[in-house]
Structures are given as C-alpha cells and as structure tokens.
C-alpha cells in the first residue's frame, strides 16, 4: 500500500528552538494534513494544505504543500515545553477513489525547558 | 476534540469475547472513518462510511470485524472473537461533506485490551 516516509522519528530540543519535520510520499497526493497527538489523546488538526507550493500558518507553526505534490513540511518556530507530543502528517492520495487520508509515522518531539 | 465523542475510552476484553466500539461524530458530519493505531506507530485506515453504507473497507480485516453507520445512532465497529493482536487505539474521524479535501476530525479513541 502506499506509505509516507516522515522524519525525523524522534527530536530533542531545546526551548526556544525552532523545529523542521518532513514527509514524503513516492506518488502525488492532493491534500496535506498536519495533526499534533498528545498521549492518550487523539489527533488535533493544526494545518491543511490544499494546493501544490501552498504556505499556511498556525501561529508558531508553519506548513508547505512540496511543488512536486510528493512532500509537505512543517515548521514549529520558538519551541515551548508544550510543544512535546506526536507530529503526524496525512496526506490524500491524488488516485484515492475515497476520502481515505495515509498518515505518517510521526515524529516524536521533546522539549527541553 | 472538535466533537467526535467515542466510548468506551478504555475496553478490556478476553481472548474470543466480542468488542463493540462506538462513534458518534460531529453534529452534522454523515461520514465516518475508523482508524487503528499501535503502539509507537502511525493512523492506518481501516473503513470508511456514509449513513447506512459502507464506502471503503479496504482496511479493514475481512474476518471478524465489521462496522455500520446506522440512519439513527452512533457508528460502530465490531470486533468478533478478539485475539491478543487486535489490542490497539482505535479512532474514529469524522468529516461533513463528500468533496475530497475535507479534513477529518478525530475522537479520543477507544483503548482495547485483550487478555
């Protein structure tokens, strides 16, 4: 099945820091979502994209939609201690015939106050 | 969590028993998705619905589980004869509209145990 290669799996980092994470895919997708998931919680929507080169902000974050429609990125600016939590992009395969969304495999972030 | 509520939260269950997972989703929304979560991994899809139909199943494991979306009442996914490997978070996204682009809005998740 398809899948989306997110990185980094894991990051430490200090406060006040600022945080890249990216995921990528081998085909085209239409739609990139960006969910921050607390522990034992579910996902929370912090970003969607929905055109190729598309730049959107959520306060301190920040999220492209790749040219190429194979990749997204998202930017954390100034890390806070609340930061911490599980990223996991999602994306809608351009050749989906539903509404399915593929999710990455997270990356875990941890601040350091 | 943007209004999809699911209940149980937590469900402990032996091995052969059944589990019954509810979803109710936001006001409004018509369709429904499941997803599975393990351990220190990823969302995988298991189904997609509408009100009384079943969009796309291709996630979901032929035997033992099934999921409904009835006119009236909450979804839910079934899992029959439960095995130690069906112990997971399982989700449930809920969206308004058919049009593609439409974010999903999850629950809290059901915690399934098996012993």
């Known amino acids: 099945g398809q899948q989306l290669n997110q990185s980094p799996q894991s990051m430490f980092i200090q406060e006040g820091e600022d945080v890249s994470m990216n995921c990528t895919s081998s085909s085209i997708f239409n739609t990139w979502l960006w969910y921050k998931q607390d522990p034992g919680e579910g996902p929370v929507l912090l970003i969607a994209?929905?055109?190729?080169?598309e730049l959107t902000s959520n306060g301190r974050l920040t999220a492209q939609f790749g040219i190429t429609r194979k990749d997204s990125f998202l930017n954390i600016s100034a890390s806070i201690p609340s930061d911490v939590g599980i990223y996991f992009c999602?994306?809608?395969?351009?050749?989906?015939?539903?509404?399915?969304?593929?999710f990455g495999t997270g990356t875990r972030l941890k601040v350091l106050a | 969590n943007a209004g999809v509520m699911q209940n149980p939260r937590h469900l402990v269950r032996r091995r052969g028993q059944e589990a019954r997972l509810r979803c109710s989703p936001v006001k409004g929304h018509s369709h429904v998705y499941w997803y599975r979560q393990l351990p220190e991994e990823g969302l995988k899809f298991m189904v997609y619905l509408q009100k009384e139909n079943i969009i796309d199943e291709s996630g979901m494991p032929k035997e033992r589980f099934s999921a409904e979306f009835p006119k009236e009442g909450p979804s839910i996914l079934r899992i029959q004869q439960v095995v130690r490997g069906d112990s997971a978070a399982y989700f449930c996204?809920?969206?308004?509209?058919?049009?593609?682009?439409?974010?999903?809005?999850f629950g809290d998740g059901t915690r399934l145990s098996i012993l």
């Open positions: 996204a809920s969206s308004p509209v058919s049009q593609r682009n439409q974010p999903q809005h």
């Open positions: 999602a994306g809608q395969p351009a050749t989906s015939g539903t509404y399915k969304y593929i």
């Open positions: 994209l929905y055109k190729a080169g």
